[in-house]
């Protein structure tokens, strides 16, 4: 039975076409590793990783602070009233917050025309002693009424 179907099919098939005609092997395909996807999702992986080291790394931390020209307060209370900001991160501290901080607790001091500058300096040291040894909170000093030197004094103190 299965030799009759065979020379059925045999049959069947038209002679002179098929004998010479070579089977083509269909090679599939390999997928491609690096496609444009999987490319932009490394670069934007990478780039994370790196802003995130950059955060981290204590490299971009406050290790030491210096102050110079200051004679009335001392260091650390200067360092205390900026919150101390030794191991933050410099890329995320905000310094003009604390830079106001600091000025809140300075005085202003207004000399008005500078005629007798080196009277009014005088006198603005005299006050700055008295200030000192009356330990009174200052928030301004107005020298320009000449020899009667206005003197704010914040509430409280």
Known sequence: MKDKRKA???SQM????????????????????FTKRFVIFLIVLSLLIFVINAFRHPYMKVSQIYVTGNERLQDTDIISSIQNPIGKNILTYNVK?????????DMRVDF???KESSYKIRLLESILKDVESKDLDVSSIDLSNGKKPVVEI????
Do not use: Q
């Not at 038209?14 to 590793?33: A, D, H, L, M, Q």
């Not at 917050?97 to 607790?105: A, P």
């Open 14 to 33: 038209p002679e002179g076409k098929n004998k010479n005609r070579r089977r083509r092997v269909v090679k599939k395909e390999k997928p491609k590793t």
């Open 97 to 105: 917050k604390n830079e106001k901080k600091l000025m809140e607790k």
């Open 8 to 10: 059925r099919k045999r």
């Open 154 to 157: 914040n509430e409280g103190s």
């Open 112 to 114: 008005g025309d500078l």
